[in-house]
């Protein structure tokens, strides 16, 4: 068959945002707006002929029709082989996993993450790198120049790919390989985490809910947790990949995964919840009667590594993105380890990672992961809490509130306004810039203020800036306001407020967190004028 080169013009915003390019699926529907991307990703990558790529994507609405643009542009630029999971699945770290394990080049995940799918929702493509991680800004830029000068791309027109058949065909010279989406990463785990601990623990009748929210987790859990380790069936719910996440808002937090909140909250709860999101690297962490915040489980994993097995030498440091509370830096210090702050973003904790200088990462949003891949990982956080709570023999609840006597509490909250106006949520921050030399030294009620900037982080490794990567105002008794604009939304502009109160004292520790962080919420208010800016009475989401 024949490559063709075909003519085409630039599509503005084609910017990688925080995790790749998300769009509105009616964006990428666009006649060649996929394929100028994917061209301007060929573009940047130099001399990939004959390599080896592995892409899949978490399942949504577009990822076949997508899957099969790339395979027949991936013969056009002469790659040499391409691994893709059968039905077109791959989790990212997954996907991540398969990377590593083959040698590949490099890899394209087709997700949208935590935003909602289906015909009417988000699309999203996004280039990783020969360490399995997320390209690092340098790549990403240099993509985003290309789509803006883009004036043709290359494609063979041979058929389709039946995504469903395992083995391996052909695309011009390219050899397609369709791979098993889970036996990779299944194995890795077994390498990671005690199995015969957690069946053990299954057998003896421990119950849990694992909450697949209709998203690419679902295949991974049922395998894993009901397959190798012998929970019974039932145990993964809305495991099916679905085109829509079946109508759910595949982003683990109690808000959207509702429905396991209040199984967890019933009488006759599972011992153990968890949940993941689209593209299953985020991980929600529940007890019965309580939800754990994302940055006190990656204290708590970093605390207890040591009893899995793949963390049995103990942890060389830890890396947590800026506004992911400081309940990791504790641990750091009584460990004897460094603690890094980088920016929001997985992409940031590859060269720490590759370096060997950290062994776990982890976000405030439902991310953590360690140095077995270079993505974070849902599925492998749930697999340690569960190999924590059979080497323990201690409930959720307990094994938090031991590290809050421990260590102390970080209160902590985030407050999302959702879908604002794009110009009123930049006008706020340029305000709010302007007043932070202002800020230091000032008391405001019970707290005074020891700095306030905005965060920029110089990379250990490579010496890059990453600069305006979000307002701090941290008081001097260590609570924390930081406000940021996302950069995953597809709708005007997120505003994310973040709070962070530590409490050494244990009999203050049983504060409900809003109550606990209401007066740092009312100084944010004031000093950022978010009501004022946003028109909002209050955030649309808050976790
Ligand atoms: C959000 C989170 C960030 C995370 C990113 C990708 O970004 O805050 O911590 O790394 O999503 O997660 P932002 O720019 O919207 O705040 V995922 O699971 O959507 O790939
Ligand atoms: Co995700």
Redesign the pocket.
Known sequence: MTIHTITTAPFAGQRPGT?GLRKKVAEFQQPGYLENFVQAIFNTLVDCTGQTLVVGGDGRYFNRQAIQVILRMAAAHGIGKVLVGQGGILS?PALSCVVRKHGAFGGIVL?A??NPGGPHGDFGIKYNTSNGGPAPERITEAIYSNTLAVEAYDISDEGEVDLDRPGIVRIEQMEVEVIDPVADYAQLMQELFDFDAIRTLFASGFRMCFDGMGAVSGPYARTIIEGMLGAPAGTVINGIPLEDFGGHHPDPNPVNAAELIALMAATNAPDFGAAS??????NMIVGRGIAVTPSDSLAIIAANARVAPGYRVGIVGIARSMPTSTAADRVALALGVPCYETPTGWKYFGNLLDAGMVTLCGEESY?TGSDHIRE?D?VWAVLFWLNLIAASGKPVETIVRDHWARFGRNYYSRHDYEAVDALAATSMMTHLRAKLASLAGKPIGSYTVDFADDFIYADPVDRSVASHQGVRIVMTDGSRIVFRLSGTGTEGATVRLYLERYEVDSSNHAIPAQEALAELAAIADSVAGLRVHTGRDGPTVIT
Do not use: P, V
């Open positions: 995790s990212t997700s993450s935590h999101d689209g593209d299953a690297d985020r991310g974070k849902g």
